[in-house]
């Protein structure tokens, strides 16, 4: 039973990597120390989340007749940067530029008209989003604090400030750009027209949120994380949980209920010790429930599901809630501490509202004070459990045990599997069949697992079985599982004009035929195409790598495939350079062979 425990407890720390490998891989990459961009360039990238994004380059511009240094923003229009030190995040994180020269002197900075951005507890704050551009007029040439006059010369512009988004803010940032102007050459700038904040324009005050507001809103925060359907998975499991608790009586249900808190605030220490290595080490910080964005993680926790689904479905038995009968008081702590982390994970993509709120204005504060909102908000989500496990004259009022309950277990094993289908979702479409192969994989060998042994079971029988079901699962998953990595080939879609063209002009164009409901195929994207060195030669070998996707019977893939080729999948045909009739790779371990074809080639120039 204790290795039981161990692999749920596993299962689930496995899970929180995942969530916060992804979170690190899709954060803003803002570094606190200066950058040098040329002059026109594209645009530097200043701050990113998710799909938000804002860049910034600099130019020489003429406005109303004065000639200076433009500096143009452009991004989307949910992230945002704040245009008054009272409202920021913080005081002092206000969008600032400043420029400086050995040559050139510079007046007071002018501002476009900020727009009104509504926070999550209602207050109007003055920002800058979208598209805008900051005008620096030149005062005057100088050399050594005299005025004289010089060509040419170099600007150096630093921006400092904090952008945010309506779900969270980014850590405070300071880059700097350089530019070279021709001073001779400023009649011919083109002119800009900016309006500005007008001198007598009212300024609206937000309140100035203090660090004990701050962390009431985060225990508020974690109080309605009870209440998102993102836990709702996990709800049904802690109602049992409980319920089996009071039969055991004050003292086991206190303890119980405490261990579950514990895996509760266990998650959010997880979070807050990423967070804090994050900030110190990588100038970034994690970003609320970003981790449903990776298909690895969302994979992981469709597989999780299942898995539960089939404990209550009685097809295994582990810790929650079986454990929890057993008379030893240290029986059972760590199934509810797995399910107290289990309820913490199920929360994260729900934050929106105050826990966006309370999560980013912690973002943007020292490591320290993050530390303590994170922590607080786990205690808020912990507070309503240790009431309820606390208190017996609550528990007696919970129904005593029964078939109802047994019942009950085996519906809510339908309702996960209705959560799962609904996370699987969420996945991309290349994923999602093979996730479903996997679960019926994973789900055949948990039984294995529970149903072919028994207390009587001899050991090397039991042995061979778990053994043999261990081994069907890693099969299943290397053959299903997406990678981390995704696709390290640029599949092109099949297009006969497109083969056509390459063919005339001598370059070797690869065909990979395959289909979604094709096992093999599967097999040869794992063993050859996921292959470091196979996608390498394709790329230095300027290989024309075409996917034949002959899923459905009307794609031109499949015709071709059919009348064209006359073949059957998985088949990879091979263009060569002078070489008449295609090569025809039909074997699934073809890597070796693949490798020497390719190495033969020509590398681009």
């Not at 026109?40 to 998710?50: K, W």
């Not at 229009?77 to 030190?85: E, P, Q, R, W």
């Not at 295994?316 to 079986?322: A, L, R, T």
């Not at 094993?413 to 289908?421: E, N, P, Q, R, Y």
Request: glycine share 8%; aromatic share 10%.
């Amino acid at each position: 039973m204790k290795s039981k425990k161990t692999l749920l407890l596993s299962i689930l720390w496995t899970a929180y990597i995942f969530a916060i490998t992804c979170s690190a891989s899709g954060q803003n990459t803002n570094d606190p120390v200066s950058i040098i961009a040329p002059d026109n360039a594209a645009g530097v990238e200043l701050a990113s989340s998710g799909q938000e994004v804002s860049t910034v380059r600099i130019e020489p511009v003429q406005m109303d007749s004065k000639a200076g240094i433009a500096v143009l923003f452009e991004g989307t229009d949910d992230l945002h940067y704040y245009a008054k030190s009272e409202t920021a995040p913080a005081e002092g994180l206000e969008l600032k530029i400043q420029a400086h020269s050995d040559v050139f002197s510079f007046g007071e900075a002018v501002f476009p008209q900020w727009h009104l951005f509504t926070d999550p507890l209602g207050s109007k704050i003055e920002v800058y989003e979208g598209n805008f551009t900051i005008f620096v007029p030149i005062k005057e040439t100088r050399v050594s604090g005299q005025t004289t006059v010089i060509d040419k010369g170099d600007i150096e512009v630093k921006i400092t400030g904090i952008a945010c988004t309506s779900k969270v803010c980014l850590p405070p940032f300071e880059k700097t750009l350089q530019t070279k102007i021709d001073w001779s050459e400023r009649d011919s700038w083109k002119s800009i027209n900016i309006e500005a904040v007008a001198d007598k324009q009212e300024t609206i005050t937000a309140p100035s949120y203090s660090i004990p507001f701050a962390l009431g809103l985060a225990f508020l925060a974690g109080l309605t994380l009870n209440i998102m359907p993102c836990v709702w998975p996990v709800l049904p499991l802690i109602v049992m949980r409980i319920v089996e608790q009071a039969k055991a009586g004050k003292k086991q249900s206190q303890a119980m209920g405490f261990a579950f808190c514990c895996g509760i605030l266990l998650f959010f220490a997880s979070l807050a010790i990423a967070n804090i290595i994050l900030q110190i080490f990588y100038g970034t910080v994690l970003q609320w429930g970003d981790q449903y964005r990776n298909p690895v993680f969302v994979a992981g926790m469709v597989l999780l599901l299942v898995v539960l689904a089939l404990l209550m479905f009685g097809v295994f038995n582990i810790g929650v809630p079986s454990s929890i009968a057993g008379k030893s008081s240290g029986k059972g702590y760590s199934g509810a501490v797995g399910t107290g982390f289990l309820a913490a994970i199920l929360s994260t993509p729900c934050g929106f509202g105050i826990l966006a709120f309370a999560f980013g204005w912690a973002q943007a504060q020292h490591w320290l004070v993050a530390t303590v909102v994170i922590m607080v908000i786990g205690v808020g989500m912990a507070v309503p459990y240790a009431i309820l496990t606390s208190i017996p004259g609550l528990l007696k009022r919970l129904p005593k045990p029964g078939q109802w309950m047994e019942l009950f277990k085996q519906g809510i094993g339908f309702v996960l599997l209705i959560i799962a289908v609904k996370l699987i979702g969420a996945l991309p479409q290349a994923y999602r069949t093979n996730v479903l192969y996997f679960a019926v994989i994973l789900g055949f060998c948990i039984w294995m697992w529970g149903g072919w042994v028994s207390f009587n079971t001899k050991p090397g029988r039991k042995w061979l079985i778990r053994i043999s079901a261990g081994l069907i699962v890693f099969a299943g998953g290397w053959v299903f599982l997406p990678t981390p990595a995704g696709e390290l080939i640029a599949w092109q879609d099949y297009d006969d004009a497109v083969i056509d063209n390459a063919i005339a002009e001598g370059k070797p164009v690869l065909i990979k035929f395959t289909a979604d409901w094709c096992l093999s195929c599967q097999a040869v994207d794992k063993v050859v195409y996921h292959n470091e060195d196979i996608a390498g030669l394709i790329e230095a070998k300027e290989v024309l790598a075409i996917k034949a996707d002959t899923t459905a019977n009307d794609n031109p893939a499949t015709l071709a495939l059919k009348n064209k080729y006359n073949e059957l999948v998985p088949v990879t045909i091979l263009f060569l350079p002078g070489v008449e009739e295609p090569l025809r790779l039909h074997e699934i371990f073809f890597t070796g062979r693949l490798k020497e074809i390719l190495q033969e080639l020509p590398s681009k120039k």
